[in-house]
């Protein structure tokens, strides 16, 4: 098991600095970083993902019904 990541605080210049493992931080991987521990403290809630899920469904009944009544009509066009 890799161990986590130690951040810290610092002073770079006349400004402050992020460490990570007593490494200053670019901005860019802050920001990264915490978008993405953002993400995963706060996934998409229950009811987006029911209602994600309740569409697909739709979209495999429609599929399904398109299906059906293709062969139908080929069914029917060998009766003819």
Known sequence: MTDLPYYTEGVCSDGAAILRDGVMMPIEDIVSELNRLTALAHPAPADEIAAASLRAAAL?????????????????ALDD
């Open 60 to 76: 495999y009944c429609k599929r399904d019904k398109l299906i059906l009544l293709r062969i139908a009509d080929e069914l029917e």
